[in-house]
T-cell receptor
Framework: AQSVTQPDIHITVSEGASLELRCNYS??????LFWYVQSPGQGLQLLLK??????LVQGIKGFEAEFKRSQSSFNLRKPSVHWSDAAEYFC???????????FGTGTSLTVIP | DAGVIQSPRHEVTEMGQEVTLRCKPI?????LFWYRQTMMRGLELLIY????????DSGMPEDRFSAKMPNASFSTLKIQPSEPRDSAVYFC?????????????FGPGTRLLVL
């Protein structure tokens, strides 16, 4: 069965520190992978996506993610976090066939001065 | 492009009342999705349409929920009668399905509170 796991419910980092948010997936075929960010009271905004090709993908706001097939992971990274990055982050997988997307439960990021 | 448009942005109603949420997808997109987000259950897919046809409504909680897409530019999600446990943020998303590759774009959501 297809699923997405975000092991960290909540992460706190200091402003300027590096960030890595974990995402593991279970998918029966070649996955298409996404990271979304949700600021308080807002909808989900697409940060980046992986379909094929280079396994390191660049997104908006200085984020990047690396697809590692051997580890079934698609971790999100940022070298230096800004206070405005505080938000909820969702990893998603799909679709290979059909339209079904599968979202993780989200990781809440707090940025401290 | 204006993105996915949802209305109303906020809705407060009393238990038993009918609630109608509206969504205008991005022009040219052929798939539309309704999600519900709560603290307890996270983001849940309720139903999705492809070319205005409902494809999978297995996520719809019960018969009180119904969704329609009369044309490519408009969809509604109706709850009748509403109950306090329906309180949540309801998101609409749309995408352009080209083969298997697509990206979903989300609206700002409708925050529903049923008293």
């Amino acid at each position: 069965a297809q699923s997405v796991t975000q092991p960290d419910i909540h992460i706190t980092v200091s402003e300027g520190a590096s960030l890595e948010l974990r995402c593991n997936y279970s998918y029966g075929a070649t996955p298409y992978l996404f990271w979304y960010v949700q600021s308080p009271g807002q909808g989900l905004q697409l940060l980046l996506k992986y379909f094929s090709g280079d396994t390191l993908v660049q997104g908006i706001k200085g984020f990047e993610a690396e697809f590692k097939r051997s580890q079934s992971s698609f971790n999100l990274r940022k070298p230096s976090v800004h206070w405005s990055d505080a938000a909820e982050y969702f990893c998603a997988v799909g679709p290979n066939t059909g339209n079904q997307f599968y979202f993780g439960t989200g990781t809440s990021l707090t940025v401290i001065p | 492009d204006a993105g996915v448009i949802q209305s109303p942005r906020h809705e407060v109603t009393e238990m038993g009342q009918e609630v109608t949420l509206r969504c205008k997808p991005i022009s040219g997109h052929n798939s539309l999705f309704w999600y519900r987000q709560t603290m307890m259950r996270g983001l849940e897919l309720l139903i999705y349409f492809n070319n205005n046809v409902p494809i999978d409504d297995s996520g719809m909680p019960e018969d009180r929920f119904s969704a329609k897409m009369p044309n490519a530019s408009f969809s509604t999600l109706k709850i009748q009668p509403s109950e306090p446990r329906d309180s949540a943020v309801y998101f609409c998303a749309s995408s352009l399905m080209q083969g298997a590759r697509e990206t979903q774009y989300f609206g700002p959501g409708t925050r529903l509170l049923v008293l």
